[in-house]
């Protein structure tokens, strides 16, 4: 198979120039806050987007799969822009030979991390014997890591839900964890929850299993040298400093998504920053000439793009008019900055209503 060549960081990309980038060091870890792997969410675009609002926390991709690494287009599931970093690849498998090489092609491409999805519960990927259903199998998950801690110099971590099904009993994910831990792996992202394997669609099992937090805060208790990062339901500044007080991390998902200006304050309330915070306009601009750029290098629809920042201007005045008119798919064959220009544009419906006592 011909060898694919991998991006360099000024083909795709430096920060824009409009846009703080404050040169520290950190002594955070690195797992302090991230955003979560979410298929068809998490995409190269959307992790270029937060890392605009962000500079330090942590972004996942979606979940990729063995296959679709060993006998897929490379390419399309791992370019990234350098920008991106630190940025981890979730892959999603079962066979511990093809995971090593899929993390070795990992490693290639210059990601900064390998995550092994054992948290999933969709049937798709229970019928591919991975995701969620790998808990009940931690010596073959002990061996993938192995497999993979062997070929790659990267981090390589889990994440993993808190139970089966209705078994709720501590001692299934304490074993889990230990025997993950013995072959190498040393930081656990605990999706705070039971996956239902049966009955539940994977938006279900994002809502009804009950969170139980304090059992990641037990694992902690049990295991004080292993990085626990602590996963589902968090949504605010508080709840995730309340949590950062008792484990090592948070991973935030959907609130991430749909209020994307939350990470906005992420740099100076949790990596201690004190610059500038970036500001909504010179984020829009700064996506709008990346949206150029993926244009002209790879003839990206910019509507592909803008569909992750929609939630960018919520409960700001005019943000229903400026939510519609990047999502308007009949404005497609404009230029983005002309789209930017029309939702900037005071609708004269919107103006009303706000003048109404
Ligand atoms: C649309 C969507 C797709 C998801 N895809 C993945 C995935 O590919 N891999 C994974 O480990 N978790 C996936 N998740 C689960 C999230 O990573 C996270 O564990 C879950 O949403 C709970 O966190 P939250 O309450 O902060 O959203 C997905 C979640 C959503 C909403």
Not at 54 to 69: D, I, K
Request: net charge positive; glycine share 8%.
């Amino acid at each position: 198979m011909a060898k694919r060549r991998k991006p360099n960081s000024l083909e795709y990309g430096s920060p824009p120039a409009c846009l703080p980038v404050p040169e520290v060091s950190l002594s955070c870890s690195p797992w302090r806050l991230s955003v979560a792997p979410m298929m068809e969410w998490t995409d190269r675009h959307c992790r270029y987007f937060h890392r605009l609002l962000t500079r330090h926390a942590l972004l996942y991709t979606e979940m990729v799969t063995t296959g679709a690494l060993l006998h897929g287009d490379v390419a399309r599931h791992l370019r990234f822009d350098a920008l991106e970093h630190p940025v981890a690849l979730q892959l999603g498998g079962s066979e511990p030979a093809e995971l090593a090489q899929a993390a070795q092609i990992g490693q290639r491409w210059g990601y900064d991390e390998i995550n092994l999805n054992c948290g999933c519960p969709s049937e798709r990927v229970q019928r591919g014997a991975f995701g969620a259903c790998l808990m009940r199998e931690p010596q073959l998950v002990a061996d993938c890591v192995k497999a993979m801690v062997d070929a790659v110099q990267l981090p390589v971590t889990v994440k993993h839900r808190i139970g089966i099904d209705q078994d709720e009993s501590y001692a299934f994910v304490r074993d889990f964890v230990g025997t993950v831990a013995d072959a190498g792996c040393r930081v656990f992202i605990v999706h705070a929850r039971n996956a239902w394997l049966q009955g539940l669609s994977p938006k279900e099992n994002r809502e009804i299993p009950p969170l139980r937090h304090e059992v990641a805060q037990r694992l902690k208790q049990d295991f004080p040298g292993l990085c626990i990062v602590v996963n589902g339901g968090l949504k605010t500044n508080a709840t995730i400093a309340a949590q950062l007080a008792l484990l090592d991390g948070v991973m935030v998902g959907r609130e991430a998504y749909h209020n994307p200006w939350l990470l906005a304050s992420w740099d100076g309330a949790f990596f201690g920053l004190s610059g500038p915070a970036p500001e909504r306009d010179a984020v829009e601009r700064a996506m709008v000439g990346y949206m150029q750029r993926e244009a002209q290098a790879h003839g990206t629809p910019w509507a592909t793009i803008a569909r992750h920042m929609l939630g960018l201007r919520s409960g700001l005045p005019g943000a229903r008019h400026w939510r519609r008119t990047w999502s308007d798919h009949r404005l497609r064959h404009l230029a983005p900055q002309e789209v930017m220009a029309r939702a900037h544009a005071a609708p004269v419906r919107e103006a009303a209503d706000a003048l109404a006592p």
